[in-house]
């Protein structure tokens, strides 16, 4: 076992695991929330601010993904030195309290400013909370402790979708922004004293204490295993689809369908809970049960759902049947978000523990700034392109030209795993 670092105490984790991580779940929770609702809200948004699709688009996309990226990786070298629960607890305070700003914006750039200090905020969330999940379950229950974390994507994205939809419908968008960035503010302080740190590489095979290594070290062990960047790579690639789809499908149901803003929040929050819950959860026993086996199945699975998507997503998007829709999309939700567990998972074991938080945030930094940088904002920009020959339908084609992304997330992951084995580090 390694020694601990500052700030750190030893601690049995045995009785508060499940607390530990049910909290880590309910603040994900919450940078989800602050990191969707602007979706739902897209719609009066754009009424109000008088936006146009590519402009929502790089609101939604690149304007948090600036700096959530670019911090992320200093941000996570912090949490390899020194406490990870004082970081996540000062991100959230900042990611909540820059949500709340949002409501203030009068036009684009306010606003872009402000999604851009959410971004700052948020760059201390992740990263550090997967190292902390790795280090409270042994390998073998990983990738299904890591699927629970993550159920904070798919709920925190249907509440943000729901709750937005709700206070626009009956109150005003700006006032959706400062409830859930008050909520956050609120939970910080309960985090902070009800988490603990546990000991860094507990259930890891034990490796000599030395000082956390520096950047340089750490990207020069990334750079001799192939399998990382093959990985991140392909998960960038699913995020570009899955991203942009969680910011414009409720946009596709009011033009397409017809939906009000709360009928098209409700029928998509239900979507990404149903869906999204129960596909995180079979990616992450799937991977425990199957990567124990064969290492390579933490990343073949995933690549196997990212195909199967295709053809669900073309029956869903281009039916008629707004009951048919709902079903069909059940399926490739699941599928799209199922390799959350597993890969992150990997992911953890491509470095030694003392390297974890850095490498998840090097994973992150390549994920984000290319699947929400990128994603949200090329599918509403292809939107604009085709609103002159499909008018309301052009983001159904759009989100269709999308599902590539999933096709060349695939082929990455199938590239990745011949070296996944060579890579893991015991």
């Not at 390694?2 to 030893?10: A, H, S, V």
Request: aromatic share 14%.
């Amino acid at each position: 076992m390694t020694g601990n670092y500052p700030g750190e105490k030893e601690h049995n984790f045995s009785g508060s695991r499940s607390l530990t991580l049910l909290l880590l779940v309910i603040v994900y929770t919450f940078n989800f929330i602050d990191r969707q609702i602007v979706g739902i809200l897209a719609v009066p948004i754009k009424a109000d601010l008088g936006l146009s699709d590519t402009q929502l688009g790089l609101m939604g996309g690149l304007a948090f993904a600036l700096f959530y990226t670019g911090l992320g990786i200093p941000v996570a070298m912090l949490a390899d030195r020194f406490s990870r629960t004082w970081i996540i607890t000062g991100a959230l305070v900042i990611w909540s309290g820059m949500t709340a700003a949002c409501g203030l914006a009068t036009n684009f750039w306010q606003l872009f400013l402000a999604r851009l200090g959410v971004g700052v905020g948020e760059a201390g969330g992740v990263a550090p909370a997967y190292s902390l999940v790795s280090d409270l379950f042994p390998p073998g229950r990983r990738a299904r402790a890591l699927s629970i974390y993550s159920f904070g994507v798919p709920i925190g994205s249907a509440l943000g979708i729901v709750f937005g939809g709700i206070i626009a419908s009956l109150i005003d968008w700006r006032f959706a922004f400062f409830a859930v960035g008050i909520a956050g503010i609120l939970l910080a302080p309960i985090f902070r004293l009800a988490v603990h740190e546990p000991p860094r590489g507990g259930f890891d095979s034990p490796h000599e204490h030395r000082a956390p290594p520096g950047l340089p070290v750490i990207i020069s062990t990334l750079v001799g295993k192939p399998s990382f960047w093959l990985i991140s790579l392909g998960a960038s690639c699913s995020s570009m689809m899955g991203y942009g789809l969680f910011f414009w499908l409720p946009s596709f149901f009011v033009r397409s369908y017809g939906l009000t803003l709360l009928d098209a929040s409700l029928f998509f929050g239900a979507i990404l809970l149903v869906g999204g819950l129960a596909g995180i959860w079979a990616g992450g026993w799937l991977g425990d049960r199957f990567g124990q086996v064969r290492r390579v199945r933490y990343i073949t699975i995933p690549a196997l759902a990212f195909l199967l998507t295709i053809p669900f997503y073309l029956l869903g998007i281009l039916s008629s049947s707004l009951l048919l829709t709902f079903f069909v999309l059940l399926v490739p939700t699941a599928l799209g978000l199922a390799w959350l567990g597993p890969v992150i998972s990997a992911i953890q074991h491509l470095v030694r523990p003392d390297m974890r938080a850095t490498a998840s945030a090097v994973f992150l930094f390549i994920n984000n700034l290319i699947g929400i940088g990128i994603g949200t904002w090329a599918i509403g920009a292809l939107s604009d392109l085709l609103q002159l020959r499909f008018g309301e339908d052009s983001l159904r084609y759009s989100i269709l030209a999308g599902t590539l992304f999933y096709v060349l997330a695939a082929a990455l992951f199938f590239a990745g795993a011949r070296w996944l084995e060579r890579d893991w580090e015991d």
